[in-house]
């Protein structure tokens, strides 16, 4: 049974914030950038994101771990966040696709966690004072004078200016091919998907709608990309500022100036605002969880989105603008968040290039935004037709 050998554990927040719990995963100590997200399903796929890298979770839904874990619902080849801070962890998992317990998994990748603080609490914090840096301490690291771990959680670098995205990558390209998903015809599109910490239901929505994805690392070149005679250009969500991300800004332009479609999301979303010339900034705690309402601008209809992002994009709602970068055209805010009105998704008008800063794959989420990959099919199938 799971959880019968804990050991005390404490969370340190830079502001001097200390919660008391039990050790969760392995013993030990870390440290990240603590945010919080609000789903109430979906952890093994949270855990599995590669946009979380170097940052502590913090659950706001109280009780985790209660369907275990399986081998079929990650979505990338480990769990990247750095800590994990839980209320009620599950003794033992309840499911009939569970193949372990979600604290054996932590263990078996070296997570550092910690269960039976209040994070509604520490959840209320963030959202007063923003995400913060943070330190789970357990076992002798957490017996380790207060001041001590203070120091330390304020010492660690701050998540604003990390490059994090070449650390997520793939370290080789792979191609995920239509009729591994469904697809019964040959192949209708190509697809290059730029993996800035892709989740692996992305290239599964492309690969069921006909399009051979090929996956490549962070830091392929332009010429790499038009090797594969892609029919678009896909940039993946992933971790870090983009403010760092010059290489990956300087590559879209490239593929924007070869009126390549292109389609983006969430760190992709980040990546296309820089290369049409505005700015980016780091939201104060961000939006993570799959609960997030979203305006649509072209329907007027608001659609409940899953969000994983801590940056946003400084431009205009309301207003068609000619892009600061002006040989662009033409640019529109196309979704905007309900919430706080933060930049939800791009679109150029005169050219088949659009983003979006939330995760249209849904994993997990709610299914609303599926529409936007047949959106991209179109752009690429009208490219297609006018060559």
Request: net charge negative; charged share 20%.
């Amino acid at each position: 049974m799971s959880l019968k050998n804990t050991e005390p554990a404490i969370l340190v927040l830079e502001d001097g914030s200390v919660f008391e719990g039990r050790s969760y995963g392995v013993v030990g100590s870390t440290l990240g950038e603590a945010v919080f997200t609000t789903g109430m399903t979906g952890y093994q796929e949270t855990l599995t994101d590669p946009s979380y890298a170097r940052q502590i979770v913090v659950q706001t839904f109280p009780h985790i771990g209660n369907t275990g874990v399986n081998d079929e619902d990650n979505e990338s080849r480990a769990i990247w966040v750095a800590g994990y801070a839980v209320r009620d962890a599950a003794r033992v998992p309840s499911n009939y696709r569970s193949q372990r317990s979600l604290d054996d998994q932590l263990v078996a990748e070296g997570i550092v966690g910690i269960q039976g603080i209040d994070t509604r609490a520490v959840t209320r914090l963030l959202r007063d004072r923003g995400s913060m840096k943070a330190g789970i301490f357990s076992g002798d690291a957490a017996q380790r004078s207060q001041a001590d771990l203070l120091t330390e959680v304020r010492e660690q670098p701050a998540m604003a200016g990390a490059r994090l995205a070449e650390e997520v990558t793939t370290e080789q390209a792979y191609v995920v091919e239509p009729a591994e998903h469904g697809y019964q015809q040959d192949p209708q599109y190509t697809v290059v998907a730029v993996d800035l910490g892709i989740k692996a239901a992305t290239p599964r929505h492309l690969a069921s709608r006909g399009v051979r994805v090929h996956v490549v690392p962070a830091t392929t070149t332009f010429d790499e990309i038009q090797a594969l005679n892609p029919d678009g250009v896909f940039l993946s969500n992933g971790p870090g500022d983009p403010a760092t991300a010059d290489s990956q800004v300087q590559l879209l332009r490239q593929v924007l100036d070869a009126d390549l479609p292109f389609f983006g999301i969430c760190f992709g979303n980040q990546i296309f605002g820089r290369a049409l010339g505005f700015d980016t900034y780091k939201l104060p705690f961000g939006h993570r969880g799959p609960n997030q309402p979203v305006m649509d601008k072209a329907t007027g209809k608001v659609h409940i989105t899953s969000q994983n992002h801590g940056f946003a994009v400084e431009a205009p709602i309301g207003e068609v603008i000619t892009a600061p970068e002006a040989r662009y055209g033409e640019v529109e805010v196309s979704h905007w968040s309900l919430n706080d009105q933060v930049v939800e998704g791009l679109s150029l008008t005169d050219r088949p290039a659009f983003s979006v800063q939330f995760h249209p794959e849904s994993a997990a989420g709610p299914h609303d935004a599926h529409p936007l990959f047949d959106r991209f099919i179109d752009n690429m199938a009208a490219a297609k037709s006018d060559r």
